[in-house]
Structures are given as C-alpha cells and as structure tokens.
C-alpha cells in the first residue's frame, strides 16, 4: 500500500496562475481532507470530503475549490494563486468519523 | 473552537535520555493523535490515543480525557527522533456534513545531540 500520496512534491507559481494539487489514496477511505501549514500557525483544514462526490468547507477554505470525483482522490484547485497561498499543503485520509487520519508528504506552493 | 497548548515548545536532549512532551487542551475530546514531524516535512502518525495508554518501542503516550492532557514519553532518545511532535484533537465542524477537523498545537521541536 502507497497510503496517501500528493501530486507535485513542490511548485512555483506566479500570482494570478492556477493548479489542481492531487491527493491520492489507497486504503478504501471515505474522508479525505486537505490542510495547510504555515509558520508557526500549526495545520489548519482547508475543505474535506466525507464520500464520493461530498466536498464541505473547513476554517480557511477561501480561495480553493475542491472536488471527490472517485473515492480516491481528492483534488484541490486554486483558480488565481496569491502570494498568502505560499504554503506546505497537507492531505489526509480516514475509515471516517473520529478514526485516525493518515497524512500525505504534502506539496511545497510557492506562490511569487 | 479547541484550543491545544503543547510544552515544551523547544526541547534539546543527549541521545540516550528520556523526555516527556505535554499536551493540554480546553474541552472533552473523542479524537486524540500524536505525530512526528520528521525534518524532511512528513507526518508520521505516533499514536492514535483519545483516552489510556499505548506503547509501541521506546514510545509511549497517555491520555487522562477527565483532565485533558496527554502526554508522550520517548525514552533511549536517538538523533532520528529529532523533528517537531505535534499533539492534534478532533474539533467539530458546524455543517452539513458534520465532521470533525483535527486542531493541532503549535509543536515540541527536539532536538537530539549525538
């Protein structure tokens, strides 16, 4: 099993440019969600999904769009990159409520 | 929201000694995990542990959920041990879908001196 695996490692972007981040896993999991880590600010939820075409806000989602087209993956979108997106992006997995959530290496965005 | 506070923020040890990391956090939780930050960036999961105590190797964690701390315990430190060790809870998210978010504390960095 490959687990949680995230699409690219690392990116530059100019601002105003747009890029899909995919999150892939393998261990049949219903929710995914997708975190940023900022300095000092610890992991903070961007969108989640609980199933198969679900997607739901988290507490920074703004900016981002999210779609679970299959169970595996979870893509996270931003349509026009800002230099406060500059981040380490985290995804994670989980059987569902209150189980254990399994991260991904994450994906280093910075945004110019 | 949950609030997480994680001591001691900065922890610099010999190899070979044992360290205690704290975690308190301000409401009853169902969800409690403990990660390693290894210095390449990665999350590893330590412990999935919302109440009791668990072991695995030189590790270990307790959770007193009537008190709300937990505590992760690492003994015979080795340098592959050095990285941050975050502390997370499940926080409910207000929904449709329900849910929770994990809420982690800003981290105990390690670091171990050969």
């Known amino acids: 099993n490959a687990g949680v695996t995230q699409t690219p490692k690392f990116r530059v972007l100019k601002t105003g440019q747009s890029m899909t981040l995919l999150c892939a896993q393998d261990m049949n999991h219903e929710y995914m969600y997708w975190y940023r880590q900022d300095p000092g600010m610890g992991l903070r939820l961007i969108h989640y999904?609980?199933?198969?075409?679900?997607?739901a806000k988290g507490e920074v989602p703004d900016g981002y769009n999210v779609s679970r087209l299959k169970k595996q993956n979870f893509l996270l979108g931003l349509e026009s990159a800002a230099p406060s997106q500059t981040s380490v992006y985290f995804c994670?997995?989980?059987?569902?409520?209150?189980?254990?959530?399994?991260f991904g290496p994450g994906t280093r965005l910075l945004v110019l | 929201g949950i609030q997480v506070e994680q001591s001691p923020p900065d922890l610099i040890l010999q190899e070979g000694a044992n360290s205690t990391l704290r975690c308190n956090f301000s409401?009853?939780?169902?969800?409690l995990q403990w990660f390693h930050q290894n210095p390449w960036g990665q999350l590893i999961n330590l412990f999935y542990?919302?109440?009791g105590t668990k072991q695995n190797g030189r590790l270990s964690a307790t959770t007193v959920a009537t008190e709300r701390y937990s505590l992760l315990y690492i003994s015979s430190s080795q340098t592959t041990d050095s990285g941050v060790y975050f502390c997370a809870v499940g926080d409910p998210i207000i929904s449709n879908f329900g849910n929770e978010k994990l809420t982690f504390g800003t981290g105990t960095r390690l670091t171990i001196i050969p």
């Open positions: 994670a997995s989980s059987w569902g409520y209150q189980e254990t959530q399994y």
């Open positions: 409401d009853s939780v169902n969800n």
């Open positions: 542990i919302p109440s």
């Open positions: 999904s609980v199933g198969e075409g679900t997607t």
